[in-house]
C-alpha cells in the first residue's frame, strides 16, 4: 500500500478512506518494535511478519519499510503507525547481522553473488528472529540488490516448525533443502 495522501487529525482518525493513523496495535506492539528494530540492525528495506489468528482476532500482516509508515493489516482493517512512534515494549536481543555489502541477484537465473557465506549469515539471523515471534507467524526481510527494482529476500518461520528457509530474487522464489543452512559459514 502506498503512504497516506494527507495527515491524521490524531490518534485513530482516518488518514484517508481506508487507512487510520494509530499510536498502538495492542497486542501486536512487540511484532511492530521488533520489525521496526530488525529493520535498521539488519540493512533491510522491508520487514513483514504474517501472525497468525489468535483467540477471536484474524491472522494479521505487519509490514515495515523503510522510510515509510509502518502497516498493519487485519481482516479488512488496515491502519498505520509513525515508523518511529514510541511503543511501551522490551525487545529481546536481536541477531548480531554483519554489515555486507549490496548483493547481486539476477531475476532471471535466481543466481546471487554474495560475500562467502553472506547468505547463509541473513538466513541464520532471519530463521533465529522467525523463532522470536508468536508461534506460526512467518517472517520475510528484504534488501535491495544491484540491479534496480529487484529485492533480494529470505522468508522463514520459526526453526522448529520444520518448514525450509525460502529465498527470493525478484518475483523468483527459491524453497531451500529443510535443515538449511546446516552451520553458519561467516562467522
Do not use: C, N, Y
Not at 82 to 93: E, K, R
Not at 135 to 145: E, F, K, M, N, R
Request: hydrophobic share 50%; proline share 12%; net charge negative.
Amino acid at each position: 500500500m502506498s503512504a497516506p495522501d494527507q495527515p491524521a487529525a490524531g490518534d485513530g482518525e482516518p488518514v484517508d478512506d481506508r487507512i487510520a493513523l494509530v499510536a498502538s496495535v495492542g497486542p501486536l506492539d512487540p511484532v511492530v518494535a521488533l520489525l521496526r528494530e530488525l529493520l535498521h540492525v539488519a540493512s533491510a528495506v522491508r520487514a513483514t511478519a504474517v501472525v497468525p489468528a489468535t483467540g477471536a482476532e484474524e491472522p494479521a500482516v505487519v509490514d515495515v519499510a523503510r522510510l515509510a509508515p509502518i502497516e498493519v493489516a487485519r481482516g479488512d482493517e488496515v491502519v498505520h503507525l509513525a515508523h518511529s512512534g514510541p511503543l511501551d515494549v522490551v525487545l529481546p536481543t536481536l541477531f548480531p547481522f554483519k554489515d555486507l555489502p549490496v548483493f547481486d541477484a539476477d531475476p532471471e537465473t535466481g543466481d546471487v553473488a554474495a560475500p562467502l557465506g553472506g547468505v547463509e549469515h541473513r538466513a541464520i539471523g532471519v530463521a533465529e528472529t522467525a523463532a522470536q515471534l508468536p508461534a506460526g507467524s512467518v517472517l520475510q526481510l528484504a534488501w535491495d540488490t544491484t540491479r534496480p527494482g529487484v529485492a533480494f529476500s529470505i522468508t522463514a518461520q520459526s526453526p522448529d516448525a520444520g518448514e525450509p528457509i525460502v529465498l527470493g530474487v525478484g518475483d523468483q522464489v527459491f524453497p531451500m533443502p529443510t535443515g538449511w543452512p546446516d552451520v553458519p559459514t561467516l562467522a
